[in-house]
């Protein structure tokens, strides 16, 4: 009982910061903008992909682990996002790393988060950080917690101490956020919707709004 209201509570604050990262980022007009995503050098990872490739809307996540407005997305957001859009087949959702340097831990959540995705559980891991959100108010180092999420989603700890300590992820999370920065990503989260910048309200029925006028069939 005592973790239901702990969840309940993080839940109330996800709901907080999303209303104040609504009011600062107003919705546009959808779709929105014009920054096409650079091409990546062949055979560089891409990202982790929820969703069909055959979908025919993608849209690319740049995120902060740390964030507390990914997290306020992830939590409030994205369920219905991956309910009534990943699953029906009608998007592919790429999620990209965009550590903030004002963002003391961000970077360690994101090594913890690609040594899950080794062991094929980078989502587990990525909703282990972000409905656990507290670890990101704490001002303390985290990588004890960071463990317990591996032990909970059932990874082999000692590959996954191996990875952390080898630090081997680095340049990927890198990568992905100079990718980011070469688009033009200031905040986090920043949407890219087959290949241009969503500046409208990241809410999940302003994306079913824009996936289904996407994938609308042209009137006779």
């Known amino acids: ?78 369920p219905e996002v991956r309910e009534q859009l990943i699953a029906t087949g009608k998007l592919q959702w790429r999620f990209r790393d965009f550590p903030l340097s004002s963002h003391q831990y961000s970077g360690l959540a994101a090594l913890a988060a690609q040594c899950a995705g080794e062991q094929g559980k980078f989502w587990e891991m990525h909703d282990q950080l972000f409905y656990n959100h507290q670890w990101a108010q704490r001002g303390k180092n985290p990588s004890g917690l960071f463990r317990g999420f591996a032990k909970t989603i059932g990874l082999d700890t000692d590959r996954y101490d191996a990875c952390m ?35 409208g309200q990241p809410t999940s029925d302003a994306f079913k709004a824009l996936v289904d006028s996407l994938t609308a069939r042209p009137k006779r």
């Open 1 to 78: 009982m005592r973790g239901f209201y702990v969840l309940l509570a993080a839940v109330a604050i996800g709901g907080a910061g999303w209303l104040i990262y609504s009011a600062r980022h107003k919705p546009k007009e959808l779709p929105a903008a014009t920054t096409p995503v650079p091409t990546a050098p062949a055979g560089s990872f891409r990202g982790y992909v929820l969703g069909s490739d055959s979908a025919s809307v993608h849209i690319t996540e740049y995120s902060d682990f740390e964030c507390p407005y990914c997290a306020s997305f992830v939590t409030v957001q994205m």
């Open 165 to 199: 300590d080898s630090q081997r992820y680095a340049g990927r999370i890198e990568e992905s956020r100079l990718e980011g920065e070469a688009l033009g990503v200031k905040h986090t989260p920043t949407f890219y919707v087959n290949g241009r910048q969503f500046t």
